[in-house]
């Protein structure tokens, strides 16, 4: 089953549940309003449950089935990324420090890292939102949004001819991602 029938599923329990809780019984005392509910709304009500408790565990199940594919491929590896993206960054604010500046090379290791590490942390948000939840997430990508920013800062002030602006926003991007913490 897709997402999109787990959603749906667990839609259509809240609003049985919802509809036969909500549906009005009169009678006697307590015990006799519960009895008339029971035999008017309960089997509608519990239906519901069922299957509200049944699009759980099935979105459970997908979540834990998304995480083990993707750790299952090792180019999808957050740490591996991480670790390629701080490494990257590293050399680019290591290479702005040469004289002369190799302003080709330069951006053309912060192409590579665009279209690889930080791409591939941004497909991994699936399985790390699966895995540590939306916040943890977050966290870890505004980070390493913060490091891209700052590189595409100093790809295009080195195209302008502004070295020392380039190396400044360098040194951002690498304290960006020194900040960046997997959550795992």
Same mark, same amino acid.
């Given at each position: 089953m897709n997402a999109v029938a787990h959603y749906l599923m667990l839609a259509v329990g809240i609003g049985l549940s919802g509809y036969a809780a909500a549906r009005p019984v009169s009678g006697g005392g307590q015990s006799e309003r519960l009895a008339a509910w029971l035999s008017a709304s309960g089997l509608v009500f519990f239906s519901g449950l069922? =299957?509200?408790?049944?699009?759980?565990l099935l979105m459970r199940g997908?979540? &834990? &089935? =998304?995480? #083990? &594919? #993707?750790e299952?491929? +090792?180019?999808? !590896?957050?740490? &591996?990324?991480?670790?390629e993206l701080v490494t990257g960054a590293g050399a680019v604010h290591a290479a702005l420090g040469e004289d002369p500046v190799n302003t080709q090379a330069i951006c053309d290791r912060i192409d590579g890292l665009r279209d690889g590490p930080i791409q591939g942390l941004v497909d991994c948000r699936n399985v790390l939102v699966a895995k540590h939840g939306m916040?943890? %997430?977050?966290?870890f990508i505004s980070a390493v949004s913060g490091a891209e920013r700052n590189l595409n800062r100093v790809w295009s002030?080195?195209? !302008?001819? %502004?070295?020392?602006?380039? +190396?400044? #926003? #360098? +040194?951002?991007a690498v304290r960006a991602l020194e900040a960046a913490q997997l959550p795992y």
């Open positions: 069922v =299957l509200i408790i049944a699009a759980a997908s979540q &834990k &089935k =998304l995480v #083990a &594919k #993707a299952a491929h +090792e180019d999808g !590896d957050p740490r &591996k990324l991480l670790h916040m943890a %997430y977050a966290q002030t080195l195209i !302008d001819g %502004y070295p020392q602006e380039a +190396e400044r #926003a #360098a +040194e951002r």
